[in-house]
C-alpha cells in the first residue's frame, strides 16, 4: 500500500493550453474523488468515481473538464482551454469502503499554475 | 444543503496549551463530521470522525472532538499542543450516504509556538 500518488507535482502552464493530470489510488480501492483547492479554501469535490463508472459531477465541472477512469483503477483530469482562474491545487482521494464507515486517503495534489 | 464554517482562519498557541478550533456545521439531515489535518506537501489525513456513536470522538495525536447538536458545533480540542501539531485543519461534513462528497470548510492554520 503505497498510498494515492498523483503526477504531475507541479504543472504550469500558459493560458489555452490543455492539461491532464493522472492519479493513481491505493490497490482496490473502488471509490475515487477529485478535488480542487484554492489559496485560503477548503477542498471542493469535482466528480466522483465507483470503479470506471462516474456516478457524480460538480457544477464546478464545466465544459472544459473532463474525467476518466477507464479500467477502474487510476484516473485522469483533463483541463481544455485552461484559465487563470483554473489555478488550484487537484487533489485525489480513494476508498474502498461505504456508507457512514467510509475513510478517504488523500493524495498530495497536483499543483496547477495557469500563466 | 449542508455546509461547514470553521471561526478563526489562523489560530496561535504555545507548546504545551490547549489547542481549540472551531467547527459550526448547518444540514438538514443528521450530519457525518470530520476533521482532517495537512501538513506541508502532504494529502490530507483523517483526524477523526462523528457517526453518531458517540458524541465526544477521541482522534489520532491526542485529538478530540465533541459533537454537540444545540450548538451545531464539532470544536477539536487538544490539551496540550506540540511543535509538531503546526498544520492546517479542515473541518468537513457529509450526509453519510455511500459515496457523497465531503463538504469542507476554509480551514484554520494552527500555529505553535516555543
Known amino acids: 500500500d503505497t498510498g494515492v500518488s498523483q503526477d504531475p507535482r507541479h504543472k504550469i502552464t500558459k493560458r489555452g493550453q490543455n492539461v491532464t493530470f493522472r492519479c493513481d489510488p491505493i490497490?482496490?480501492?473502488?471509490?475515487l474523488y477529485w478535488y480542487r483547492q484554492t489559496l485560503g479554501q477548503g477542498p471542493e469535490f469535482l466528480t466522483y468515481?465507483?470503479?470506471?463508472?462516474?456516478?457524480?459531477k460538480s457544477r464546478l465541472l464545466s465544459d472544459r473538464f473532463s474525467a476518466e477512469r477507464p479500467k477502474g483503477s487510476f484516473s485522469t483530469l483533463e483541463i481544455q482551454r485552461t484559465e487563470q482562474g483554473d489555478s488550484a491545487m487537484y487533489l485525489c482521494?480513494?476508498?474502498?469502503?461505504?456508507?457512514?464507515?467510509?475513510?478517504?486517503?488523500f493524495g498530495s495534489g497536483t499543483q496547477l499554475s495557469v500563466l | 444543503a449542508q455546509s461547514v464554517t470553521q471561526l478563526g482562519s489562523h489560530v496561535s498557541v504555545s507548546e504545551g496549551a490547549l489547542v481549540l478550533l472551531r467547527c459550526n456545521y448547518s444540514?438538514?439531515?443528521?450530519?457525518?463530521l470530520f476533521w482532517y489535518v495537512q501538513y506541508p506537501n502532504q494529502g490530507l489525513q483523517l483526524l477523526l470522525k462523528?457517526?453518531?456513536?458517540?458524541?465526544l470522538v477521541k482522534g489520532i495525536n491526542g485529538f478530540e472532538a465533541e459533537f454537540k447538536k444545540s450548538e451545531t458545533s464539532f470544536h477539536l480540542t487538544k490539551p496540550s499542543a506540540h511543535m509538531s501539531d503546526a498544520a492546517e485543519y479542515f473541518c468537513?461534513?457529509?450526509?453519510?450516504?455511500?459515496?457523497?462528497?465531503?463538504?469542507f470548510g476554509k480551514g484554520t492554520t494552527l500555529s505553535v509556538s516555543s
Open positions: 482521494a480513494s476508498s474502498s469502503s461505504t456508507g457512514f464507515n467510509e475513510k478517504l486517503f
Open positions: 490497490s482496490e480501492h473502488n471509490r
Open positions: 468515481f465507483q470503479n470506471e463508472a462516474q456516478l457524480e
Open positions: 444540514s438538514s439531515v443528521p450530519p457525518y
Open positions: 462523528y457517526t453518531s456513536a458517540a458524541t
Open positions: 468537513a461534513v457529509s450526509d453519510g450516504q455511500a459515496g457523497t462528497a465531503l463538504i
